[in-house]
């Protein structure tokens, strides 16, 4: 939502703007604006009674023999007696269970930071000589950012309707992998500059704009089931450290695309 929304103000901005700096200000305002909003609505958040019954820390139960606390006693312990502390979960059991579907988010965020925004933002309109604001101002933005944000959001929509494949299907692993033919039809497209690769095959503005939409919607839908489904395979207790693990996996999937689409840029 928040990449679609910024898509949209950046066109509105391209369409009413005049100066640049007047945009700029309007861009930082309107972002101070909305901190200062969530500011005062975390400090309104403490002050309601139901947000404070489920951010209260919750005590380890007392060893057998004596009898639990309840938890509104005005004096839990800290620590059960007997207890240890807060333990740190077993990471090689998380790691082992989630494999397969920390390969798919990687592999999945590497092939679609590989080509967004280096790739997609570089293509230019095939009538860009014609000087139409279509094929000049507006084309980038809305074939490259808007398109993609918009359907990466319809993509993690419908995971709330359809889960399929499931967690330990082969057809998940599957269609990442074949997410891989994306990253040369994007690139020969009219990508401009080019210094190596001087065919264009794909002759019309049409098929960036169907490329980006099937980049954004596969890359919605596929990772997102992908991050659900991770803390649904593993134990309870090992619930929410899974979530950890399959943010990290996120971020590297993001971290590596992002570093190979410089070399992908110079290759062309």
């Not at 901005?13 to 909305?34: E, K, P, R, Y």
């Not at 891989?180 to 994007?186: I, R």
Request: glycine residues 8%; contains cysteine.
């Amino acid at each position: 939502m928040g990449g679609t929304l910024s898509a949209v103000a950046s066109l509105v901005d391209l369409a009413g703007a005049s100066d640049v700096t007047d945009s700029t200000l309007a861009f930082f305002l309107t972002a101070d604006v909305f901190l200062a909003l969530c500011i005062g609505l975390y400090l309104l958040l403490l002050r309601l009674d139901y947000a404070r019954y489920y951010m209260r820390p919750v005590w380890p139960a007392v060893f057998s023999g004596e009898e639990q606390l309840p938890q509104d006693s005005p004096n839990p312990p800290l620590v059960a007696p007997g207890s240890s502390g807060s333990q740190t979960p077993p990471l090689r059991p998380i790691l082992k269970k989630t494999a397969g579907l920390g390969f798919c988010i990687i592999y999945l965020l590497f092939v679609t930071s590989l080509v967004f925004p280096a790739i997609s933002s570089n293509i230019e309109s095939l009538s860009k000589g014609s000087g139409s604001p279509w094929s000049t101002k507006f084309f980038v933005p809305l074939t490259a950012f808007l398109l993609y944000n918009f359907a990466d959001l319809c993509g993690r929509q419908i995971t709330a309707w359809i889960q399929v494949p499931g967690p330990r299907s082969k057809v998940l692993p599957g269609l990442v992998l074949l997410r891989t033919c994306l990253v040369p039809l994007f690139v020969f497209c009219n990508y401009q500059p080019r210094v190596h690769l001087h065919t264009v095959v794909f002759q019309s503005d049409v098929y960036p704009m169907l490329f980006t939409c099937l980049l954004g919607l596969s890359n919605g839908y596929l990772s997102t089931l992908a991050l659900v489904y991770g803390p649904k395979i593993v134990p309870r207790e090992l619930a929410e450290a899974t979530g950890v693990v399959m943010s990290f996996y996120m971020y590297l999937g993001l971290v590596l695309g992002s570093a190979c689409s410089a070399l992908l840029v110079h290759l062309i």
